[in-house]
């Protein structure tokens, strides 16, 4: 193995534990550097020692996994968090709290009987995770890019003109490090912010009703799942409900939300793209949508449909990314109209919805 990934197991239970090992190591660029029973151990361990990522039990005796988090977050702030949650309603709603606090990405501890199906449900779920929090966070933009007169740590692309009217709907795409991200931007929005905003959030089903539940405690905005034939209101944020796409249709004058279980797009259900693609053929240049962090490109299609419709596009930039992944194919492909640090989102988004109609 040549630099591999070192990681950090904590559990207070010794299956758990191997069966957590046997997943990360079926990838030769990732090594199990050591393992705990509890969060206060596990303290102990990187005092020690190093890791790039630690996996936190959400439950455990002596010192819990939301705990150990915040502890490690002070201490060792470049050491990455994913939170590993059992399906129960207090695991789920733990997790969502430590991914709004700053882990960076959580798994659902396997259900499955069979020793070899548990194995193969953590490898699908931690090995691109653990690869992509253990890339330097550096990367280059494309050539393309370049051409547009763009560079990662840019935060604007000038040759485009601000939209002509002022958007009616926000759709926004997150996956690793989003819970995070979008309480960072919702939160600094106002109170009284009026647009219909549609979130495509990549996670389990199980959390997303927890994550609709945190938003709606942050921002003081109304905040659910979306659900199919339900009506579109202002002032209203609507949570892709986990294993289900979220697209927009119309009905008697009236636009609503549908829910589908068609193919996964990009391995991801939800999936960015059907909600963008849908929400640009009803909106066209009255959308406004947002890229935030997150690993792979799943979006990227739908936010092609999303410019050629004349809607407008923000991507969150490289530095403030927890995974520059979803964002950093917005910007090579040219579609981003801003690149912007994730503390200047907000604002952005106050000066396009409540400006004045340009005359471009």
């Not at 936190?56 to 994913?82: F, N, S």
């Not at 960076?104 to 992509?132: M, N, Y």
Request: hydrophobic share 40%; with cysteine.
């Amino acid at each position: 193995m040549r630099n591999p990934i070192d990681v950090l197991i904590v559990d207070d239970s010794a299956v758990m534990r191997g069966l957590l090992a046997r997943a990360i190591e079926s990838d030769s660029n990732i090594r199990v550097a050591g393992t705990a029973m509890h969060g206060e151990a596990a303290l102990s361990w990187l005092s020690k020692n190093s890791a790039r990522v630690v996996i936190l039990d959400v439950e455990m005796p002596v010192m819990d996994g939301l705990t150990a988090l915040q502890e490690i977050q002070k201490l060792y702030p470049d050491v990455r968090c994913v939170m590993a949650s059992g399906l129960t309603t207090e695991g789920a709603e733990t997790t969502v709290r430590a991914l709004s606090l700053g882990a960076a990405g959580c798994i659902a501890k396997p259900a499955a009987d069979s020793v070899a199906q548990s194995i193969k449900q953590l490898t699908t779920q931690l090995v691109p995770l653990i690869k992509a929090l253990g890339r330097p966070q550096r990367q280059n933009v494309s050539a393309k890019s370049a051409a547009s007169g763009t560079s990662g740590n840019q935060t604007a692309i000038n040759r485009f003109a601000l939209p002509s009217i002022a958007p009616k709907l926000l759709v926004i795409g997150s996956s690793t490090g989003g819970p995070q991200a979008l309480r960072e931007v919702l939160t600094a929005l106002p109170q009284d912010f009026a647009l219909p905003i549609i979130i495509t959030q990549h996670m389990p089903p199980m959390f997303t009703p927890m994550l609709a539940k945190h938003i709606a405690k942050d921002t003081g905005r109304p905040c659910a799942e979306a659900t199919d034939g339900g009506l579109i209101e202002r002032g209203h944020t609507y949570i892709a409900p986990g294993d289900f796409h979220v697209t927009i249709d119309k009905q008697n004058d009236r636009m609503i939300t549908r829910l589908n279980q068609e193919e996964p797009e990009h391995y991801c259900r939800p999936s960015v793209n059907p909600m963008f693609r849908s929400a640009a053929q009803w909106y066209g240049k009255s959308l406004l949508g947002m890229m935030l962090t997150g690993i792979g490109e799943d979006g990227i299609e739908g936010t092609k449909t999303l410019v050629e419709n004349n809607g407008y596009m923000l991507a969150q930039d490289e530095a403030s990314s927890v995974v520059w992944g979803m964002p950093a194919a917005v910007v090579r492909e040219g579609y981003a109209h801003q690149i912007l640090p994730l503390k200047e989102m907000a604002a952005a988004i106050l000066h396009l919805t409540t400006r004045e109609a340009s005359h471009v």
